[in-house]
């Protein structure tokens, strides 16, 4: 007889014709339970004895045979007489539920859940609407307080959360936006933490024509969440109301109905076609988080998450040519020159040296561009000599291929090797003009709007903020039209740079405006001490700020500002030379405040042999973020203190 199990409210048990079965008193069910928790593993009978009663009575071990017996009867009625059972069984020292998946509502349950997470919204929706009508109450109602329920009723209460934000994104998606309503707002009602699902419930009300009610349920929520957990709400929250305020055109699912329906007709289709474990889908995949990344935020987080997961599936498949396109293909264009993520740029760095390596002798010369553009993207700021021999050799090998994206790939690692001294934005400005005419001839947006932020830095570097307005201008209006979010941060803070330059009144709430723009953007080797940064820019005082991975040239000035010389004079001493990057030139700078504050003419004397090639330059402003004054007063300071 087929049996179904019902743990999504009070435990019981269905025939096959759906007629409740009889399953006697509370110790029965605590049983049955049990052994569901256990989801197939054997539960030694001792182990069943304590967790049924708090002090064991004597007979104990009897009474969980006897429980067990009932339920047997119960359960296989027909099963004939001294035959072993099937579905209670005994194993070893105590007994096992072997019932399959679909024939308990929990196990089916999460089977739904892991299907739905890849399915088109509509077929998302019918699925989980079914599902969740099979919950009759709390998850092992009547054993709430047996300890042996706590972990698996916690797991269960909060995959069904889950399963309602789910269900509320497919209606989003299809556009039900008034029927998701009611729902989430009784969701956010009982979980208040619930941040996804009260990022939701606005953006269902907004898409309701009812912006003051989303608003308000932001302003709801940020209340709830300050008063009862005493946290602030995260970047979601935060960009939403921001674009609520802006109204802005991506939240307007009029514009995208038709494409979203088409993407999910395309991957369902894709899904039916490609089967699960072709290696194409790696490639697929890998393509996808190249677009991914350019979306900004959570976009760029998850596609640098799972694309180290795809290099290493493949290299576990043993096709080295396979890898080789794997992490080749990964091309997305990089403006900012510190790592994101130095421990998986390095595993990045070492699966494409071991494909060179493995690579046939002969031919794959496009695979092997690509490998050296990796190598020398990924080591950027950390390895000159192998990066920029890795950069000329990419570049020479796409100018022999004549191949337009490949060319565009390579010159971005010469551009990220190009800071191996100070005085090279020259230099960069030629890679950026190249990257410009040739993006434009072939129609590689992402790389043309590349091109002219390397341009901007390079102009702003070189004092010709007028060049510079006109690269800012040209990004931004690419960015606008192909939907590139993260380009703003980069123009707002060069804009907020040439306030503070020509010394505007308005430059540090620029700066500060600029930073929330960091805030959840998914580049934390860009976020991570740049605001400091820029306010030491303005008005000079390093103190009391989290300086980032700029902390050791900063140190040295802090400790003075705080009159402690003889600190500061140490940790002068311990400074390291800055790392290749476009913070170059403006940490040498303030190394040199410091050796002339202390009177260190050692590190005076190797300040100003690192800044003599940028002389014409301002410091800083060749990241067309901060700028720290014109290198020649830098030098000219210098040269004074050292006569």
Not at 10 to 25: F, Q, R
Not at 100 to 117: G, H, I, L, N, Y
Not at 256 to 263: E, F, K, L, P, Y
Not at 501 to 530: K, N, T, W
């Amino acid at each position: 007889m087929q049996v179904e199990f019902g743990v999504l409210g009070p435990v019981t048990a269905w025939a096959a014709d759906g007629s409740a079965i009889a399953l006697k008193g509370p110790q029965h069910r605590a049983v049955l339970a049990r052994l569901i928790v256990a989801r197939g593993r054997v539960v030694p009978v001792e182990v069943l004895v304590d967790d049924l009663w708090v002090s064991p009575p004597a007979g104990a071990v009897s009474a969980v045979r006897t429980f067990v017996s009932a339920l047997r009867r119960a359960l296989e009625p027909d099963r004939p007489a001294r035959t072993p059972a099937e579905l209670l069984v005994t194993e070893g020292p105590g007994y096992a539920l072997r019932a399959k998946p679909w024939e308990v509502d929990s196990w089916r349950f999460e089977q739904v859940m892991e299907a739905t997470a890849e399915m088109p919204p509509r077929d998302m929706l019918i699925r989980l609407e079914e599902a969740l009508g099979w919950w009759r109450g709390p998850a092992y109602a009547e054993f709430a307080d047996a300890p042996w329920t706590h972990a698996e009723r916690s797991r269960l209460a909060e995959v069904r959360l889950l399963a309602v934000e789910r269900q509320a994104e497919a209606r989003l998606a299809l556009g039900l936006d008034a029927e998701a309503i009611p729902d989430l707002d009784a969701h956010v009602a009982e979980h208040p933490w619930r941040e996804d699902a009260w990022r939701l419930l606005a953006l269902a009300l907004y898409r309701s024509d009812r912006q003051g009610d989303a608003l308000a349920v932001l302003r709801r929520a940020r209340a709830l969440l300050v008063e009862q957990l005493g946290v602030d709400p995260g970047p979601a929250l935060r960009r939403l109301e921001t674009d609520i305020l802006n109204q802005a055109d991506h939240l307007d699912p009029g514009a995208g109905g038709a494409a979203g329906q088409v993407w999910a007709q395309a991957t369902a289709a894709y899904d039916r076609a490609v089967a699960s474990g072709a290696r194409a889908r790696l490639e697929s995949t890998v393509g996808l988080l190249r677009n991914l990344a350019v979306t900004g935020g959570g976009g760029l987080e998850a596609a640098r998450e799972h694309r180290l997961a795809a290099v290493k599936a493949a290299e576990e498949l043993g096709d080295v040519e396979l890898t080789a396109r794997v992490i080749g293909a990964y091309d997305v264009p990089a403006i900012w020159t510190r790592s994101d993520d130095q421990n998986q740029a390095n595993q990045l760095v070492a699966a494409a040296e071991r494909a060179l390596t493995a690579l046939p002798p002969d031919g794959h010369e496009a695979a092997r561009s690509r490998l050296l553009a990796t190598i020398a993207i990924e080591s950027r700021g950390v390895s000159a000599e192998r990066g920029g021999e890795a950069a000329r050799e990419a570049v020479r090998l796409a100018r022999q291929l004549e191949d337009p994206a490949l060319l565009a790939f390579a010159l971005n690692g010469l551009f990220m090797q190009s800071f191996h001294r100070a005085g090279l934005a020259p230099e960069r400005d030629a890679i950026g003009e190249e990257l410009i005419a040739l993006s434009a001839r072939h129609g590689l947006v992402t790389y043309e709007v590349l091109g002219h932020l390397v341009r901007l830095q390079a102009r702003s570097a070189a004092g010709d903020f007028a060049g510079a307005d006109e690269h800012a201008a040209a990004a931004d209006r690419l960015a606008e039209r192909h939907e590139l979010p993260l380009v703003g941060v980069f123009t707002q803070w060069y804009r907020a740079l040439r306030l503070a330059v020509f010394d505007q009144p308005g430059a540090e709430a620029a700066y500060r405006e600029a930073a929330v723009l960091l805030d959840g953007s998914g580049m934390p080797g860009l976020e991570r001490g740049l605001l400091p940064l820029a306010l030491l820019s303005l008005n000079g005082s390093p103190a009391g700020e989290e300086w980032g991975p700029y902390e050791p040239w900063v140190r040295p000035l802090a400790l003075l500002a705080e009159g402690r010389r003889a600190e500061a004079a140490a940790a002068l001493e311990e400074t390291p030379d800055p790392p290749g990057d476009l913070l170059l030139e403006a940490m040498w700078c303030l190394t040199a405040r410091a050796a002339i504050a202390l009177g260190n003419r050692r590190v005076m004397q190797r300040a100003s042999a690192a800044l003599g090639p940028a002389a014409t330059e301002l410091a800083g402003a060749g990241s067309g973020l901060v700028a720290f004054g014109p290198v020649s007063r830098q030098l000219d300071e210098l040269a004074l203190a050292l006569r």
